[in-house]
Every structure is written in C-alpha cells, then in structure tokens.
C-alpha cells in the first residue's frame, strides 16, 4: 500500500519563504515525475510546477524564479521551496506525484494527489 503525506504548509508574511514536502511510502522504487497544484477559493486548480523524468522542470508564469520543485529519490520526497511569496500565493497546495510501485511482477507506474496543505500569504 502506498501513502503520500504533504507537510510544510503555513502562515507567511510577504516576502517570506515555505518548503512543502511529499512524502511517499510504502512498496515503491522511487519518483518518476510530478507536480504541484494549488486552489484557491472560487478558483479552478491550476499546475505551479512540474517536473519531468529526466529531471527538467516547468513552471507556471505566475511563480517563474520564486519556486523550484525538485526531488529526492533516497526519501522518496518531493518538494516545492517558495521563497519571495505574495499573497496572491495563497492556496490550498497539492502534490500529484507517478511513482513506481513494486508488484509481484516488477514495477508498475501510478499516479497519487497528496491530501493538500494551506499556504496563507499575509502580514
């Protein structure tokens, strides 16, 4: 059985920083590729960051050179560090991870969304 647990979430004054965490257990081999999401309310979901399997990353307009996603196969780990946030930042943040699940037959990929942590940008 996999889990996928977010921390990291918060209050922040402007101009502050906040690391949030995905962490992965169970029977898995890893993380292939992922993002982060974020909702704010009376807003659709919309992707902040990704990153790819071969470890190159994307980023949405809106946050380009304030956050950097990034990833730890050893903790089966990703993380967002978002430095410089705006209150335009605040949202409830999901992680959206693939890993790669050990099976009685070798791995197979899944995808999981992590449960979402507040972040709440005000002074």
């Known amino acids: 059985q996999v889990q996928l647990v977010e921390s990291g979430g918060g209050l922040v004054q402007p101009g502050g920083s906040l690391r949030l965490s995905c962490a992965a257990s169970?029977?898995?081999?890893?993380?292939?590729?992922g993002g982060w999401y974020r909702q704010a309310p009376g807003k659709e979901r919309e992707l902040v960051a990704a990153?790819?399997?071969?470890?190159?990353?994307n980023y949405a307009d809106s946050v380009k050179g304030r956050f950097t996603i990034s990833r730890d196969n050893g903790k089966n780990t990703m993380y967002l560090q978002m430095n410089s946030l705006k209150p335009e930042d605040t949202a409830v943040y999901y992680c959206?991870?693939?890993?790669?699940?050990?099976?009685?037959?070798?791995?197979?990929?899944?995808?999981?969304w992590g449960q979402g942590t507040q972040v709440t940008v005000s002074s």
């Open positions: 990153l790819v399997s071969d470890g190159s990353t």
């Open positions: 959206n991870v693939g890993l790669w699940v050990r099976t009685g037959i070798g791995l197979r990929r899944s995808v999981y």
């Open positions: 169970g029977s898995i081999d890893g993380i292939n590729a």
